[in-house]
């Protein structure tokens, strides 16, 4: 479903996005017959199998001074995708503590929510939009950082552990299960630096190449 992922400027200008990630949709069918539609964010790709719908959630802090940091890759991922689909523009919701828009991509119905809750309490938000949008767990798809994971590399997981992402595991304490689709993004850096000191630091110009 997910595959590869971005070394991305989150304050770089759409045109010098749009230069470097041209949205690209398409379909192919698959060894059993399916249908099975793909697009890119940011030069991942993202392979969708044939469901109703999706909810996309990008882990992340809400206030303005955390953005830029590790530990806001997925939430900065999603706002990307958000701008680059030509999806409404995120906003509260009254039943969610969380941004939400949504809307079709390649003829899928796409939910994105941003938790207004911090990354720890994730699940305060993750469990009550599967709820409201009626979708199971197998239809969430949950983009967060990886402090395993050298910068720009990438991996897509279902039902495996948190590995100690506090996140991720309160998802899985809300929702019960951890049967869900993971994006994975790496943020650790060459020199190895441990996740609990890394994932507040800012990334550097250098590390947008």
Request: proline share 5%.
């Amino acid at each position: 479903m997910l595959l590869d992922s971005p070394r991305y400027n989150p304050d770089a200008s759409p045109s010098e996005n749009e230069e470097k990630n041209q949205k690209t949709l398409f379909e192919y069918t698959d060894l059993g017959g399916r249908v099975v539609t793909g697009f890119m964010i940011q030069k991942c790709t993202l392979i969708i199998v044939p469901h109703d719908m999706y909810i996309f959630i990008g882990l992340g802090n809400p206030e303005s001074k955390y953005t830029g940091t590790r530990h806001n890759i997925g939430r900065e991922t999603l706002i990307a995708a958000q701008k680059k689909f030509g999806l409404p523009a995120f906003a509260p919701s009254q039943k969610l503590a969380a941004l939400v828009t949504d809307g079709k991509i390649a003829k899928k119905r796409m939910v994105f929510a941003l938790p207004q809750t911090f990354v720890n309490k994730s699940g305060l938000a993750a469990a009550p939009a599967l709820r409201l949008f009626k979708a199971k767990p197998k239809e969430l798809i949950l983009i967060h950082d990886d402090v395993d994971l050298l910068l720009g590399a990438t991996k897509l997981s279902f039902g495996r552990n948190s590995g100690g992402h506090k996140g991720v595991e309160s998802v899985m304490r809300a929702i019960k299960t951890k049967n869900f689709w993971r994006m994975r993004i790496g943020v650790q850096k060459k020199k190895r630096v441990p996740g609990e000191d890394l994932v507040l630091q800012k990334f550097r110009g250098d590390e947008f190449t």
